[in-house]
């Protein structure tokens, strides 16, 4: 088949939609402590080392920035293009999750805690290469519809944990051991064998690329309905091994549904090309000239990391982030907490978790798409979704804070999903305010905000009140009083990163006013 911006697309969702298994260590976490002999403590810290992990990914940016970027006169490198960070990050996949295995089933002697922490973060470290390279790939192909690429990207990586999850339900249930094998093998494999069509293709589209990128984004959301489906089902009825099959069977033609919509958009492609272009001569200038549009069209200016971080732009984005991310991630981090002080009972508390990715994709795909709507249609800046989404992730923690009946589901809902919008609104708008040649190593130290803010938030105010409010055995607490205080500082937190965001906003008008004027003029 050949390779286009569409192959490279549905390679890279494919992807995505394998290298998330950071998002379930819970699976594999009870293994990795009884059988290394850990305290809650010791696995904790494991845990941060993953967090750290799957945030940090500046060496990802480097690399990419380093790989891709265009020499003039220069000619090809073999060692070139995003298939060299996918292939980084397949290594490290496979060696973190391989040893782990290695020291859960005894084959090498009991690592020291600090190895298992390095095992851990190698294993998490992966899913930032992946990430980096499908995500900075499809904005270079779809520069127009930035918005919606990578909110698909990282949409269909939010539900690659209940991808994987569901994999190890119907295939290797109770045996977390394997399903770390399995963590080392198929993420690794996959990416090795589509690393190659990943590629950046300079040249756009003459068909209409929205009515193809919604078909993908049908998708996603038919899948996220059918994960939520399964996951409800799961935690109520007890399934029989043929209906776990069935169902694993449904979700891989759901999984492979994308390459039709790939295929008919190179067929579109190539049925409008010989009608538009008349001669060679024609053809060359205006791929020159589409190209020229597309390259200004993602940012007047390319900055590298040093330049961008001297910018006040680049310190309001990050304290939003630290505001809204770090808000959210405490949040799911101590969900299951919350729920138990408020009389949730196991199976409500297991929901609530597991609906977590679903809220947190919607988040994701919806930022990306509604803001490319409102941009194209209205010229309103990107950054001016940030601001609603904290607004409404600070109404979410008052919810939750609050103690009402059924107020983890609203709460939950809410900030869940403005949760996962953030992590689709930053990386584009990182991209439309510093440019993209090294939007990875930017928008990836950006992310950072992520495991700082919850650690800040979380140990430091959940983690820190809850202790001083238990009373029962084991310093456990019951009631609305355990989390409402912490809570309503998250809301204070959010509220502020609101107003940094609106400043964001303000700040950027004349940046979204040159993107929309030369987009008219593309």
């Known amino acids: 088949m050949e390779s286009s911006k569409w192959i490279a697309a549905v390679a890279s969702i494919w992807i995505q939609c394998s290298c998330g298994a950071s998002y379930a260590f819970g699976i594999y976490s009870p293994i990795l402590k009884s059988s290394q002999g850990y305290d809650q403590s010791t696995l904790d810290t494991i845990s941060v080392f993953k967090d750290i992990g799957a945030n940090a990914g500046i060496v990802s940016g480097l690399l990419y ?95 690659s944990g209940a991808v994987l999850i569901q994999v190890y339900q119907t295939l290797f249930a109770g045996k977390p051991s394997t399903f770390l094998l399995m963590l080392a093998l198929v993420p690794t494999l996959l990416s090795l064998v589509l690393m190659f069509f990943v590629r950046v293709h300079h040249v756009q589209s003459r068909g209409d690329e929205k009515k193809y990128l919604n078909g993908f984004s049908l998708i996603s959301v038919i ?104 808000s959210g991630l405490a949040t799911i981090n101590n969900i299951s907490q919350i729920g138990e002080s408020l009389g949730y009972t196991s199976r409500e508390r297991s929901t609530l978790v597991s609906l977590w990715s679903i809220w947190n994709f919607l988040g994701r795909l919806g930022a990306g798409y509604v803001s490319d709507i409102f941009m194209h249609n209205k010229g309103w800046g990107r950054p001016l979704f940030m601001v609603l989404t904290l607004a409404t992730m600070t109404g979410g923690h008052v919810i939750i804070g609050s103690g009402f009946p059924g107020n983890l589901y609203v709460g939950s809902v809410l900030v869940g999903i403005c949760y996962g919008s953030q992590w689709s609104l930053m990386p584009t708008i990182t991209s439309e305010i510093f440019g993209v040649l090294h939007m990875g190593t930017i928008f990836n130290t950006i992310a950072i905000a992520s495991p700082l803010g919850s650690y800040l938030l979380s140990v430091r105010v959940i983690g820190y009140i809850y202790d001083k409010e238990g009373s029962g055995m084991g310093n456990s607490c019951s009631g609305a009083h355990c989390f409402m205080l912490s809570f309503f500082i998250l809301a204070c937190v959010s509220l502020f990163g609101f107003f940094v965001a609106l400043v964001l906003f303000v700040n950027t008008r004349g940046v979204y006013a040159g993107i929309v004027r030369r987009r008219m003029l593309s």
């Open 223 to 326: 899948l996220a309905a059918y994960l939520m489906f399964l996951i409800i089902i799961g935690n109520i009825f007890a399934l029989s091994q043929w209906i776990r099959v069935l169902t694993l069977v449904v979700l891989l033609v759901l999984l492979s549904s994308p390459i039709k919509i790939a295929v008919e958009a190179n067929k579109d492609d190539l049925q409008i090309t010989p009608s538009t272009l008349k001669t060679p001569l024609v053809e060359e200038n205006l791929s020159v000239v589409e190209n020229k549009a597309a390259v200004l069209d993602v940012g007047s200016e390319e900055m590298n990391l040093l330049q961008a971080m001297r910018t006040l732009n680049f310190w309001l984005l990050f304290t939003a982030m630290l505001c809204g991310m770090g």
């Open 65 to 159: 920035a380093a790989v891709c970027r265009r020499r003039r006169h220069a000619p090809p490198s073999w060692l070139s293009g995003p298939w060299v960070v996918h292939g980084a990050g397949a290594v490290q996949c496979f060696v973190g999750y391989f040893f782990l295995w290695l020291a859960v089933t005894g084959a090498i002697p009991r690592p020291h805690v600090a190895v298992t922490c390095l095992f851990m973060f190698l294993a998490a470290h992966a899913q930032t290469f992946f990430n980096t390279a499908n995500v900075v790939t499809a904005v270079q192909n779809f520069p127009n519809y930035s918005g919606t690429i990578v909110g698909l990207m990282k949409g269909f990586l939010g539900l």
